[in-house]
């Protein structure tokens, strides 16, 4: 048996030296001579940091299909059905800690926000309120731009400095990593640390952002330590769980953190659910939905029965979530069919300003990666941000005279009087001296005419503005409030104008519903979620009624957005060069297969394979693969290898690491025996092959890779289709998939990265590029 | 190349003669010796009618996997970019048809149902007022019986004499078709006539019964008819939709059609999402969901929009479903921590109750298949059912003494005074003289003391008993209303209990709370279904609040329930030996691999084939085999011939029926061209083999398949494990998969039925045996 590595081709060249790199597109048919390896590497484009044609080889993929080897057989087959039902409970038990879990960090950050938001107001309108009438309002202008300032200065230290993947929603990492990719710290505890702690200093310092897209991420990472029963950053090894330490379970149970964080903060479980399952999983399967599901009710459950404490009503579970948008009441407020167009012009305003506000970011975010990348310059500029946000406010407050009377209805918190009579408050203060959930939930219900049309108009354009400064910040912030802040302004406004020129106006006297309305309109039009988001909307109203007309709503949004530019996390997932697989192979493209899309040639190595070529290959960073096909030499010498395995370089790493080796001179016997478990420890933080020593005698030695190679991987002809291999690789969630020819050769390996490339563009199907970064 | 139709082994027996029947099991090894055919039958075991520990082979399969062809790779790749975009608006514009339709038809059975029922309770009240006085009230039993009894006769002659299929609720059966398995008839213009009628004159003819299941089947048959664009039964095609005349689309829009029933059953869109993902989906694709919430949605709204008119409140968009559980406000009837584990244990007690239904009605299936299997026998047992419910209904009536006083709030709509006193009503009579719909909502919402204990236990006893008897007559009908009517009766009797035994009995002041968790309790005990039903449930009480114990519930139900029995749908799906996959294998399954699973030896055809030779194959009626791979022979004459496609049956009648054929005197180039709209016009009623001729000399010509047949089939390694095949199988919605040894032979082909063999049983794992039925 030979005992070097094997390079197969399907063409004769199989004894080509050296690899191709992933990278050369190899469109023109197999029969072409293939470049080698330095000349492809030579022709591999530089990463340009905003080159969104370009898919960033760094991110790796997981593993959501089983790595079926005979230690995982073994085990299984040991196990009685008993201890399948234990499995199966410790599994909702880890559910219900995560949605408990995740609600008390809603429960946490819903607190300390509303403490510390408090705080800060009462000093402000102290001193607003002192000064008003003796003049230097201008003091006050300071004072509140510097508070707001330094809070914000603080959360922005903590993101730039210590975890900047903490900065942001979080929504398109977990987006990602639900798809699949591995992105690098996302859901480790120093991340959420960072995230909790980021995420109350810019609500409280008067960013306009929210505190609801964070909790997905808090969610998410809670689930990922959870799951495990360890922690790393701690060194903490519980013992427990050891059965979920795995990709396939991981990414089961990071479905249901983000679920929870969604239910927890919008009070939306079933809306959680269906995000979860919108923005992650491919296989749906009834018991982990039904998991997911319990999750999110006991994440809204912890945080409602928390929250009850806090506000003196103990018991009284009707704050779901972080957020609560009121009840809609059906009676009241139920539509008739001739709104529906109108409806439906809302929802295609919503989409063209949620397109002009992704474009906006995204020349802002390309700015910003240019520019903007060192962590002080990242903290200066949120703190600029921070004091605009507090100088533009303090302007349009003080220049409004939009005077409301302070009835006893009204349960202003801080009602601001400044200039106005006495018993009044200055109505533009309302929504501008507040967080922004109170200043949404205000713009939903109070009745008609507590707002100005200017006011309205004014607070728009500024908020537009500022949210679109704001999102991309190195703050831990999320996008929701403010686009459904924006749309209910709008909206509402819109429900005015309309009532005023319609001569019968009192029909149109409900100017809340339209706010509800030009909120999800925003909103879609910004995030372009559909199902999820309707039912997140439902949910937080409390009212199915408006089911309909916001299904309308937001799929115009999408419909009119898309046309010109996609989603804003998608836009900042095609920034970051991640090789996101969508649902589907592009339309168009039947006329590709396997031959074309697949990576070739592919290093193989033999069953029984030299300690040294192994080293050899792991260490070849120009390509830095992570699956080799297995193959074994025929009985006969000049018949071809076929395949019999596929083999994770995070396998070979801990095969290494223990020193798995058959000595040449003794007998197969002294080869230590590997368990499960030892992967299972080394999980997910597989050691680099150069921190492994392997000396000159062990690379002499043999592995045998039998027992640890997927003896059974799942393979596809070389003529299947594109969308016949994406259709296979997205539904099984695979890694690594096979390309053989008709005797079982491997010719080809198609990975994540090679079928992310093909996506359409608007000259028909397009091909991305992929660099090294 | 060989002219001979090959029989492909993986040991050295290719040329074994005869097929081997599927039903044998195989777990022995490739090594044994396969009986003969003729043994094969022989040990075949005999059906016995109710023997579940059968699977029969009279079920097709569904193809979920595209057939990719050269004629199909053809035309996908002519399309442009534009021709996907109108199908994907044609795709939206059918499921709004499909929830339009569906709406209708749920206006239609709403409205004909109240205007006969009404007729019907209106005489019978009348009567019963008239003879009070009098004395004989005998003659109004006898009315009211003769008038239920006829009624429910002429439902159930439509089902019994025209189509069988539309006996019952439907869920299974669609539960069984989005499973994959092919039900003959059931998605036929016919039953869905039988199913709209039948359900009106079981409701109207007064038996335990709700119209809300049929909804589901309803849904499902409009929407498979109209995707198709045309009706075979009326011998109409309108030349649109082609492109969905196979059994992927197919079933992605019944999935859709479904959902619409659900929605408009109940006024629950996303509940319908969410029962067609739980029951049916196994791939979640995006874009298909966003379609299925359309319809669901589209069909609510219809419905509330034609039944505003038929109310008199027009524009009024607050009936969204057939049944109305009522708003719940949340303000009053919130929950309390200490209640939750009341709840559960009320989950428990719906458990063993369903579980105890399931029973008795499994009994009685059995009863039924061995004794009351001809129409006319099936006639009368429903007539009897109908008499007795009426009599059992008068005699309760009659034999109450729990008057209420006739107040101005109570809406009673047919109030019986009978023996009660001027200005008061009979309480009994207001749930058993009414549509089940009306009841379950005054078991909800009329305020405590309504109804007296006794009435109530005496109401849950017969009305259990008679849904028990009625459920699985040979006529339409829904199991959803009398389940929940029965909980709700003893939820609110367990409510008034509750308040009368503590000391403080208005903590516990609202029996309507627990009438909804006992309903709940009682229908997730009879159903099991879990994820769906608390959206459902969310959704028809219009309150979110509810969704954690309503969960709960559910899930102590199922566990329960699962401990003693089935849920009612899988006994029923079970008791029709039909091959259902579950969402995984069978846990402790590791140990069987594709060898063991596998059919084996396969009928194989060569890529150019005799005619005589198909033909003999598609005859055989032993096997009716549906799939074969086809083989090529390889250059070398002793080379093994190779896997080189599938072909289905279907496929190969089509081509007898055009006559594609070689004639071996002729060029290739006469070989008449066939498109895939002659495979679409054929589809779904493919004519049986018997019904094409095939001359003698046409025996003799070549059939080429290689343009036909699905050159890329998936294949698995003999060592796969079942589970990995079982993930393979599923998530693609496959129908064969084939085996394949380490050359690329075909040792075997994997179906459905070699799957669904394998469950877990009391003892472990089992495997159900094969039967001709």
Known sequence: MANITKKVSWSSRADESGVTAEGTPLLNGSEQPRPSRQESLRGRPKEIPHNEKLLSLKFESLDYDNIENQLFLEEERRMSYMGFRCLEISRWVVCGLIGFLTGLIACFIDIAVEELAGMKYRVVKENIDNFTEVGGLSISLILWAVLNSAIVMMGAILVAFFEPIAAGSGIPQIKCYLNGVKIPRVVRLKTLVVKVCGVICSVVGGLAVGKEGPMIHSGAVVAAGVSQGRSTSLKRDFKIFEYFRRDTEKRDFVSAGAAAGVSAAFGAPVGGVLFSLEEGASFWNQMLTWRIFFASMISTFTLNFFLSFYHNKPGDLSNPGLINFGRFESDSGAYNLYEIPLFIAMGAFGGLLGALFNKLNYWLTIFRIRYVHRPCLQVMEAMLVAAVTAAVSFTMIYFSNDCQPLGSENKEKYPLQLFCADGEYNSMATIFFNTPEISVRSLFHTQAGTY??????????????????????????????????????????????????????????????????????????????????????????????????????????????????????????????????????????????????????????????????????????????????????????????????????????????????????????????????????????????????????????????????????????????????????????????????????????????????????????????????
């Open 452 to 773: 100005d049309p200017l006011t309205l108009s004014l607070f728009t354009i500024t908020y537009f503005f500022l949210a679109c400064w704001t999102y991309g910040l190195a703050v831990s912030a999320g996008v929701f409030i403010p686009a459904l802040l924006i749309g209910a302004a709008w909206g509402r406004l819109f429900g005015i104008l309309l009532a005023s020129i319609t001569p019968n106006g009192s029909i149109w006297a409900d100017p809340g519903k339209y706010a509800l309305i030009g909120a999800a309109a925003q909103l879609g039009g910004v995030v372009r979620m559909t199902l999820s988001l309707t039912v997140i909307m439902m949910e937080a109203t409390g009212n199915v009624t408006y089911g309909l007309p916001i299904m309308l709503v937001l799929m115009t949004a999408k419909i009119v957005g898309d046309y010109f530019v996609e989603g804003l996390y998608d836009i900042h997932i095609k920034l970051q060069s991640v090789p996101f697989l969508h649902w589907d192979a592009p339309a168009t493209s039947h006329w590709l297969t396997a031959r074309e899309v697949m990576s070739a040639p592919v290093t193989c190595l033999n069953r029984i394979e030299k300690v040294g070529t192994i080293v050899d290959v792991l260490s070849n960073t120009s390509t830095n693969h992570n699956g080799f096909p297995v193959v074994m030499q025929g009985a006969d010498s000049d018949e071809p290898s076929k395949l019999c395995g596929l083999i994770l370089r995070s396998q070979l790493i801990v095969l290494l690491k223990h020193k798995v080796f058959v000595e040449l001179a003794r007998s197969r016997l002294t080869q230590r025996k590997l368990q499960l478990k030892d992967f299972r420890d080394a999980y997910p933080r597989f050691p680099p092959i150069q921190s492994i020593h392997v000396s000159q005698d062990e690379r002499e030695c043999m592995m045998d890779l039998t027992e640890f190679m997927n003896a059974t991987p799942y393979t596809v002809p070389l003529e299947t289709s594109l969308p016949r291999v994406f259709k296979l690789f997205r539904a099984l969630g695979l890694r690594h998939l096979v390309v053989a020819d008709d005797v079982n050769r491997v010719v080809g390996l198609v990975t994540r990265k090679d079928l992310a490339r093909y996506h359409l563009g608007s000259h028909g199907l397009e091909e991305l590029q992929l660099a090294q970064t």
